[in-house]
């Protein structure tokens, strides 16, 4: 929220958040592998558990606090005539709204919307109601953005309308209260009849066709959760229906508006909004979620294009290395030389006393280099890693670092030959920034990815698709106890791991990564194709070009290489 202020500072037109409200809940989950019906948990991240920490770390205290500051950056980047909801339960409502009412003012909250969740069939606890719905405090900023939301007439409704003139079908109801004008006005339209009894009101024509339908008040009881066989359904635990969200989006925003959930967990508000007309904004701290989110938006562009609707592109940012920053701040207190001993003791590692630029530890007959705590390591400083090692005698080095340049896999294969050293590539893990760890969490290699071009000559030229040769997962965030069992697996077949790749066939360094072709895993179908269907046939001339290739894999970690296209 705080990096959106620099461009969005007021600009927003509606924003709708779903916060964490469950003092029980943690962030590890199923997710599903392969082709059949299977699932593996997947573990939660240090960023998620540090921020589990943060937000119920001293109760409701540390919770409160936590939401304090994000609804006053909330209320920044609200736009003067914008709306805010915030979807939460009895246990925090309370609470919740004493905060809003403090940060928002209390004469900007305008009610509590009720929604029933469940139906009230299930069988209740012997010591107490049977707990139904969810609340949504409703905040509008200055303006007076709303519009009205109705439900169809019912059937029953309809059977008043028996007779019919001119205009169309109406029945004879009580006249509202109106001002002589008025009434005179629908005198003139013949809209009033006056009964023989002078006792009785007067009567007025109300039109069918002119009923926008039943005007919905703030107890919501006709949406249903998420089925667990609906289209809609993600399988992600907190996931919130559709027509919730479409009620809410256009009640409180425009086409064109900007919309934003800031804890989007499966990507309900995105799915919606862009399917509205409404642009929007999702961050969510969780990989998994971000990934879930793009496939479900992708899904989004698949209907519109195939419904002949227009669809846009939409971006993907990393904010980039908060949990490292604050582990640095907190615990290093900034030290790369500290951050470097960290690494190598949780690795069982010796320091190198007399530690040179690129050498800085040793295990066994291996070297050990630990990049920065805020660099990725690039080719550069592999090549010149292999000859330390080498001048030094070492036959086998290990490269350990936060993130990777793309291909450096590709490039090590390179060096092994021409240095003779083997080189790893270790990813350093999130658990090492628990506090009071002690224990070593697993150091295993980077995610491995191969990938060749195939051509197909036809009349004009020729059509360029990617195939998938290789893929090795890191299981970085698997639960240990599931380990072993699945490094074999991985092993023996990688491709069951994948859950979305795609292509851009004319990749430029530091241009955005295209989605020429991509495809994915859902819920409903397991497969997945591993050479693309694309038939790419958009180069401008005859020549050499890189496409690259982006792997997710179940747990919403993704993967990068380019391959070299000759056309």
Not at 468 to 486: D, G, I, N, R, Y
Not at 503 to 513: I, L, Q
Request: overall charge neutral; hydrophobic content about 35%; some cysteine.
């Amino acid at each position: 929220m705080a990096s959106l202020l620099a461009e969005f500072k007021g600009k927003i037109d509606l924003i709708y958040i779903d916060p964490p409200f469950d003092v029980g809940a943690d962030f590890t989950m199923d997710v599903p592998i392969g082709d059949e019906e299977e699932t593996i948990e997947k573990d939660q991240s240090t960023l998620e558990m540090v921020a589990y920490r943060d937000m119920w770390g001293k109760g409701n205290d540390s919770y409160l606090y936590m939401m304090y500051e994000r609804f006053s950056l909330m209320r920044e980047l609200a736009n003067p005539e914008g709306s805010i909801y915030i979807h939460c339960d009895a246990r925090m409502l309370h609470y919740l709204k004493a905060v809003a009412d403090d940060v928002f003012g209390r004469e900007r909250f305008m009610c509590q919307i009720i929604w029933k969740r469940m139906q009230s069939g299930r069988k209740a606890k012997a010591n107490k109601w049977l707990s139904v719905d969810d609340v949504l405090l409703f905040y509008r900023m200055s303006g007076k953005k709303y519009e009205p939301q109705y439900l169809p007439y019912s059937e029953e409704y309809k059977k008043r309308f028996t007779e019919k003139d001119e205009r169309g079908i109406y029945y004879w109801d009580n006249i509202g209260t109106y001002s002589e004008e008025r009434l005179q006005d629908l005198i003139k339209e013949n809209r009033i009849r006056f009964p023989k009894n002078p006792n009785a009101k007067p009567r007025m024509k109300n039109y069918l066709h002119e009923g926008k339908g039943i005007l919905i008040d703030n107890i919501w009881t006709d949406i249903a959760p998420v089925n667990s066989q609906a289209d809609q359904d993600t399988a992600y635990a907190t996931q919130k229906p559709e027509e919730l969200l479409e009620r809410v989006i256009t009640a409180s925003s425009k086409e064109g508006d900007l919309v934003a959930d800031l804890f989007c967990g499966s990507g309900t508000t995105g799915a919606v909004a862009e399917r509205l007309g409404r642009r929007w904004i999702m961050s969510d701290l969780g990989r998994f979620s971000i990934h879930t989110s793009r496939k479900r938006l992708i899904d989004v562009q698949r209907t519109l294009h195939d419904e002949g609707k227009p669809y846009r592109a939409f971006d993907v940012h990393n904010l980039g290395r908060y949990e490292r920053q604050w582990w640095q701040k907190e615990r290093l207190k900034g030290a790369d030389e500290e951050h470097r001993k960290v690494v190598l003791g949780f690795y069982k590692a010796e320091v190198l006393p007399n530690a040179g630029v690129y050498l800085h530890g040793r295990k066994g007959r291996a070297f050990i280099y630990v990049d920065g705590i805020d660099s990725i390591l690039t080719r550069d400083e592999v090549r010149a890693v292999a000859k330390a090692a080498r001048e030094a005698g070492a036959k086998e080095v290990h490269c350990m670092a936060w993130e990777f340049e793309m291909d450096l896999r590709l490039v090590c294969h390179e060096l092994e030959a021409s240095e003779g050293v083997l080189i790893k590539l270790i990813p350093i893990p999130r658990e090492i920034m628990e506090k009071n760890r002690t224990s070593p969490p697993p150091f295993l290699e980077v995610a491995v990815l191969e990938a060749e071009p195939i051509y197909r000559k036809v009349k004009g030229g020729t059509h360029v698709d990617i195939k998938l040769t290789k893929f090795l997962p890191s299981l970085a965030e698997v639960p240990s106890k599931e380990l072993e069992a699945l490094k074999e697996r991985a092993v023996k077949s990688g491709f069951d791991f994948i859950d979305f790749w795609a292509v851009d066939f004319n990749w430029h360094d530091g241009k955005p990564f295209e989605h020429h072709w991509q495809d994915y895993r859902t819920r409903k179908d397991r497969s997945l194709k591993t050479v693309s269907d694309a038939g790419f046939d958009k180069y401008p001339k005859p020549g050499k070009y890189t496409a690259c290739v982006k792997v997710v894999d179940v747990f919403g970690c993704d993967t990068s290489i380019t391959v070299e296209v000759k056309v």
